[in-house]
């Protein structure tokens, strides 16, 4: 399921959890212990998220569509060498 979810983040673009959980056939709770799971690996990290001060400053501001909601960011590392 962990590879699962790597994958749709892979896809790109911004995916929200519930939209994850509807694609993965779970529930937003699992994915976000998921999320929390795969950082703890070393395969996401959670850069950043939004801050109340709106969306001006960031870099994802023209595709992101959250206006302005507080949201974590996720990045994809890759595979981590054992």
Known sequence: MLEKLLNEI???GTQDVTTLAYRLETS???IRLMLEQLARMGRLTNSSYCAGDGCGGCS???SCGTSGDKINIWEYRGKVKS
């Open 28 to 30: 937003p709770e699992m």
């Open 10 to 12: 892979q896809r790109g």
């Open 60 to 62: 994802l501001s023209d």
